[in-house]
């Protein structure tokens, strides 16, 4: 019963049709650049690319200074959510419904879904500790850029021309 509850949970989280990785019309690679980011009130959380996809995989809980992390994610379909997943994670959303279902055995939950990339800023914005990913031309002053992860793979303190 508990299995097919964390299935069920998992299956809620990963629609079938988050398959595959963002590309760019015509099949190429992802497009967009993504800007890793805290609450602008939150001027002590520092991290790096390994750190973050840490956080989002629930095998690193807490930042340096103590604090539970909160990584908020995007739903398993949207564009951006692909994109975060596949450069941050090497997975589809899709593909790690496996390591969520063995998780949730642990007693380990997936990372919060935020509705939409309003709802994502408004959370990671007013939750203590949180984390998340936006396009990179975001321009909203309740956050603040730990770094940005480019279409090409980098992950730097550049942002992108916009």
């Not at 990785?21 to 520092?46: H, N, Y």
């Not at 564009?79 to 969520?100: E, T």
Request: overall charge positive; aromatic content about 8%; glycine content about 8%.
């Amino acid at each position: 019963m508990r299995r097919l509850a964390g299935l069920l949970l998992i299956g809620l989280l990963m629609p079938a049709h988050a398959e595959g990785p963002v590309t760019a019309p015509g099949g190429g690679e992802p497009t967009t650049t993504l800007a890793i980011v805290v609450a602008a009130t939150d001027q002590s959380a520092r991290a790096d690319r390994a750190m973050i996809a840490l956080a989002y995989r629930r095998k690193r809980q807490f930042w340096p200074d103590g604090r539970r992390i909160h990584p908020i994610n995007l739903p398993a379909a949207h564009p951006l959510r692909l994109q975060f997943s596949n450069q941050m994670l090497g997975a589809s959303p899709a593909a790690l419904v496996d390591y969520w279902n063995a998780e949730y055995f642990l007693g380990i939950l997936p990372p919060y879904v935020a509705a939409s990339p309003a709802a994502l800023v408004a959370r990671v914005a007013g939750t203590p500790g949180a984390v998340g990913y936006v396009d990179g031309c975001t321009q909203d002053p309740r956050l603040r850029v730990l770094f940005f992860l480019h279409s090409d793979g980098r992950s730097d303190a550049d942002a992108p021309a916009c």
